[in-house]
C-alpha cells in the first residue's frame, strides 16, 4: 500500500510548458466564472516580477500544483495563482503548495498574508481550505474588495 504523496515543491521560472498550461487553464477558468475587470489571477509575465516568488509543486517530476507569494511590502504578503492539477484535486496538493506558501511568508518575517478569491461556487473547495489553515473572511484587503465576485481573505502571522 502506497503512502501519501511525497511533494517536491521548489522556485519555478515558469518556462515549463507543463506550468504554463496550468496556468493558462486555470485563467480560463476564472474568465469563465467572473466577469474579466474582477479577475485577478496574474498571466505568467506578470509572475516572473521580482515581487513575486512562484512555486510548483511535483511528485516523481509530475506538475501536482502552483502558488506564488507576492511581497506587496509593510510586512505583507499575498497569495498568488494557488492551483493543483486536474489529477492531483482532492490528494493533498493544494494544501501542500499553501502549507509551504505560509512557512515561506513566516521566513520572510511577514505579519500577515492575504488573498482574494472569486465567489462563484468553483471556488468552494479553495475557500474550505484556505478556513481550514485559519485565514478569515473579511470586507478587504490590499487593492481587492469583496462584492459578489470577489471574496478577501486574510491571515495573521502572529
Known amino acids: 500500500m502506497a503512502g ?6 521548489a522556485p519555478d521560472d515558469l518556462t515549463a510548458g507543463d506550468v504554463l498550461a496550468l496556468l ?3 485563467l480560463a477558468e476564472m474568465h469563465a466564472c467572473s466577469p474579466a475587470c474582477k479577475v485577478h489571477a ?5 509572475l516572473r516580477s521580482p515581487d513575486v516568488t512562484f512555486f510548483a509543486a511535483r511528485v516523481a517530476g509530475e506538475l501536482a ?10 510586512g505583507t504578503g499575498e497569495v498568488k495563482s494557488m492551483r493543483a ?15 509551504h506558501l505560509l ?3 513566516r521566513a520572510r518575517g511577514y505579519r500577515e498574508v492575504g488573498l482574494e478569491t472569486g465567489q462563484h461556487p468553483v471556488f468552494g473547495p ?12 473579511t470586507d478587504r484587503f490590499a487593492d481587492y474588495v469583496s462584492d459578489d ?10
Open 65 to 74: 500544483a502552483v502558488g506564488a507569494l507576492r511581497d506587496l511590502g509593510n
Open 103 to 105: 512557512a515561506e511568508a
Open 126 to 137: 479553495a475557500h474550505g481550505l484556505y478556513e481550514q489553515h485559519g485565514f478569515r473572511k
Open 42 to 46: 496574474m498571466p505568467a509575465e506578470r
Open 85 to 99: 492539477a486536474e489529477a492531483w484535486r482532492g490528494r493533498g496538493a493544494g494544501r501542500a503548495i499553501l502549507l
Open 24 to 26: 493558462t487553464h486555470h
Open 149 to 158: 465576485f470577489t471574496q478577501c481573505m486574510v491571515l495573521p502571522l502572529g
Open 4 to 9: 501519501p504523496p511525497v511533494f517536491a515543491i
